[in-house]
């Protein structure tokens, strides 16, 4: 956070963090509240991931939508008042929520690697904040304009549209119900077009409520259409993504690929990351850094049946004649032929240090 901000983008900025913050816990639960929906349906209706559109019927996933919806709205509003390179990368705190939540409500287990993954998107997002730009790069519509003109934007842009098409015609058809990455590819490259849209938004209802005539100005309702396009892309591979995949699974990986997305339009387009010194570039990357093997430790470690008691403790005790004793104490883990991870058994393995009673050296005489 830069120190030589005003007032003025103080108080903007902890607005931005609050609204941030807000809609990562309202964005989190949505997924927890869709995915109840998608089972539900699964065993009477065609689902999502093969087609089927009968979420629309079911109230539970609409609660689950307006959920995401509120939580988008503050998340517009949050890009409104904080610049992206701060926003996006705390949506890590919607991975947190839905992990936590899916483990007590549709009972996906969150071992001992996926809550030490949890603290570690806590603290990465603390470390950007601390380090993230305060002041607001590109503050008017007619700013916006002349960055959208920008070679390097307009090329990114294209690129992004060509891929997305790719992948919605002829990837997901074919891989789509057996590749996770297909469905959370779209939805990551096309939202990263879907914020750069909402920050345009964002200044313009600024520009609104300051009394400058910003529902006259086509660039307005050219981010306000690009956003209803993109977003409802979004939703559609979202939805796929979550009936097919674990949540646990979905969640984290879209979390790096939709941020990463993000910083790359974001430092493209408002090139936030020039105002930026080389410490709190360093501290951002830093703070990323540790929230992506936060998202690992969640999503590769997530099948493993570990808890604090699967931990090797080690005890010291004396025996009779006082010598010291070193017992270990272990569980093992034994996978099945199938794949599956189940705790088989516990053996206890002992191991004696009677080196200072001379017993080993006896034995071996």
């Known amino acids: 956070m830069s120190p030589k901000a005003g007032p003025a983008e103080t108080r903007d900025f902890y607005i931005g963090l609050t609204l941030a913050v807000s809609s990562s816990i309202f964005i989190g639960s949505s997924f927890i509240v869709k995915k109840k929906a998608l089972i539900k349906l699964s065993t009477h209706s065609t689902r999502a991931g093969d087609g089927g559109f009968g979420y629309l019927r079911e109230w539970l996933w609409w609660a689950g939508f307006l959920l995401l919806a509120f939580g988008e709205f503050c998340n517009f509003l949050a890009y409104a008042f904080a610049p992206a390179t701060l926003v996006t990368p705390l949506g890590a705190l919607s991975v947190l929520v839905a992990a936590v939540m899916s483990s007590y409500f549709i009972n996906e287990a969150l071992n001992l690697l996926g809550k030490i993954g949890c603290c570690l998107c806590i603290l990465g997002s603390i470390v950007m904040v601390v380090h993230a730009p305060e002041e607001e790069t590109c503050n008017s519509l007619e700013e916006l304009g002349r960055r959208l003109q920008d ?9 992004v549209l060509i891929m997305a098409m790719l992948l919605i015609c002829y990837y997901a058809p074919r891989y789509g119900q057996t590749n996770i990455l297909i469905y959370i590819t779209i939805c990551s490259v096309i939202g990263s077009l879907s914020v750069m849209a909402c920050k345009g938004l964002g200044i313009a209802v600024k520009e609104f409520f300051e009394g400058k005539p910003a529902a006259q100005n086509i660039l307005t309702w050219i981010c306000i259409f690009c956003l209803i396009v993109f977003i409802t892309t979004q939703m559609n591979y979202l939805n796929k993504a979550l009936d097919m995949f674990n949540t646990s699974v979905v969640t984290p990986i879209y979390y790096v690929f939709f941020t990463s997305s993000v910083i790359l339009a974001s430092c493209i387009l408002f090139q936030e990351w020039m105002r930026m010194n080389t410490q709190d570039v360093l501290g951002t990357l830093a703070g990323f850094g540790t929230i ?3 998202i690992f430790l969640l999503h590769a470690f997530k099948d493993v049946n570990i808890s604090w008691t699967d931990l090797p403790s080690t005890t010291r005790s004396n025996d009779k004649n006082g ?6 104490f272990l569980s093992l883990n034994h996978v099945d032929r199938n794949g599956g991870n189940h705790l088989i058994e516990d053996e206890e393995v002992t191991l004696l240090d009677d080196l200072e009673s001379g017993r080993i050296r006896e034995n071996h005489k």
């Open 151 to 159: 070679p390097a934007f307009i090329t990114y842009g294209v690129l």
């Open 323 to 328: 010598s010291t004793k070193n017992t270990t």
């Open 292 to 294: 992506i093997s936060g």
